[in-house]
Nanobody, 124 residues
Framework: QVQLVESGGGLVQAGGSLRLSCAASGRTFSTYTMGWFRQAPGKEREFVAAISWSGGNKYYADFMKGRFIISLDNAKNTVYLQMNSLKPEDTAVYYC?????????????????WGRGTQVTVSS
């Protein structure tokens, strides 16, 4: 059974940092692209970042402007999202996802697996 389990969310002040983790299990992900999405209250789920499991290709949403960094640890089967210079508008539930067939900027309609999400709240 495939599982994606996010952790690392929490409450942080504006300007602070958080590192989200996504532990993947249940199958071999070597051909997958792993992504992070987020969904704020009343808004659609949006793409944040993605990385090929080989680690060679990374993709980011334009709004991040270098504030977020996606990475992975093959040995731990874990994907990370380092978030720096956080803003109140970054407040959302952050989801980990896996797409077997596509790479680049992922679509929330096409990912094959999802985690349950972790809440990130940035106070002003």
């Amino acid at each position: 059974q495939v599982q994606l389990v996010e952790s690392g969310g929490g409450l942080v002040q504006a300007g602070g940092s958080l590192r989200l983790s996504c532990a993947a299990s249940g199958r071999t992900f070597s051909t997958y692209t792993m992504g992070w999405f987020r969904q704020a209250p009343g808004k659609e789920r949006e793409f944040v970042a993605a990385i090929s499991w080989s680690g060679g290709n990374k993709y980011y949403a334009d709004f991040m402007k270098g504030r977020f960094i996606i990475s992975l640890d093959n040995a731990k089967n874990t994907v990370y999202l380092q978030m720096n210079s956080l803003k109140p508008e970054d407040t959302a539930v952050y989801y980990c996802a896996a797409d077997r067939y596509r790479s680049g900027v992922l679509s929330s309609n096409e990912c094959d697996y999802w985690g349950r999400g972790t809440q990130v709240t940035v106070s002003s």
